[in-house]
């Protein structure tokens, strides 16, 4: 792993650099470039404006490890607001979120309560819920309770990382049930033991799992997702996509917002599905570290 991005990975987690940091100016103006404001207006604006390019979006209000019921209650509701809202201006949007945001250290059995909730809405408005993953530790439950809540819902959908030694199983362990799967590389530090630490194992293992969920597409049997800037793997994927005969609608690209956003309306132009992830809030000290520490390896997470 980088230096200077182990470095930042560190400051992501530390609550006096965001306390002596986040009201600086200057890092408030850097932050703008990668979201359109801390409300949720300013999202459904963005992606409206998305919308009329043939760019979809995912929406995700920042923040993670409620410490209370009530807290996570209200990211409950907040999220429900985010569907009603989306399904009101007829956006082409899907929401994603953090189970430590619906309070998952607090009460698991409410953080399910929480997001079958949310999952039920999204299949009534026509939208899908993405369950972000955090670090390594979280990794099983998480999973757990995806397979819980697809059993009730298919509008549900998870992310991989890359970078973990153990995604190769999980994805094989999630193929039986025809998921949708957002496959990212990976944004947290994580020790050597449990993630490649160079960039290049990363790359071949992301570009090993693409291959396995567009053979399974090519057949209707997942949904897979890419998140990733990495224009050479992207035109890894849509030519692996046509070999294998996986339809242009079979397969996304996501991408964050305020990032190659020329290259995004130029893979749209040439047919590939985009959706762009807006996030929003203002939690954003930890969520922008990670994003400059992913720019060296061009991941998304």
Not at 132 to 148: A, H, I, K, N, P
Not at 241 to 254: D, I, K, L
């Amino acid at each position: 792993m980088f230096p200077a991005r182990r470095l930042l990975l560190r400051a992501s987690r530390s609550p006096w650099l965001a306390r002596q940091l986040a009201d600086r100016s200057f890092l408030r103006r850097a932050v703008r470039r990668f979201m359109p404001g801390e409300d949720l207006d300013a999202a459904l604006g963005a992606a409206a404006e998305l919308a009329t390019v043939g760019i979809g979006s995912v929406l995700t209000q920042l923040g993670e490890q409620v410490r209370s019921r009530d807290e996570a209650a209200g990211v409950r509701d907040h999220y429900l607001r985010v569907l009603d809202a989306v399904r009101q201006r007829r956006l082409p949007a899907e929401v994603s979120l953090k189970l430590t945001h619906l309070g998952l250290d607090v009460d698991r059995g409410a953080c399910e309560q929480h997001l079958t909730t949310l999952v039920t809405r999204a299949s009534a408005t026509g939208s899908t819920v993405w369950i972000d993953m955090e670090e390594s530790r979280y990794v099983d439950v998480t999973l757990e309770l995806f397979r819980r809540v697809r059993s009730i819902s298919p509008q549900v959908g998870v992310c991989l990382q890359a970078y973990l030694r153990r995604t190769p199983a999980d994805l094989e362990a999630l193929l039986p049930l025809s998921p949708a799967i957002r496959l990212v590389k990976g944004a947290y530090n994580e020790p050597a033991s449990v993630a490649f630490p160079r960039k290049r194992d990363v790359d071949d293992g992301y570009a090993r799992l693409a291959d396995q969920l567009l053979e399974r597409a090519a057949r209707g049997q997942a949904r897979p997702v890419f998140g990733t800037h990495d224009l050479r793997l992207i035109a890894g994927i849509r030519g692996r996509a046509e070999q294998y005969g996986t339809p242009s609608s079979g397969y996304e690209v996501h991408m964050l917002y305020g990032i190659a956003a020329a290259a995004q309306r130029a893979l749209v132009r040439e047919g590939t599905r985009v959706r762009v992830l807006i996030s929003y809030g203002t939690h954003w000290f930890p969520w922008y570290m990670r994003r400059l520490a992913d720019r060296p390896t061009c991941g998304s997470s």
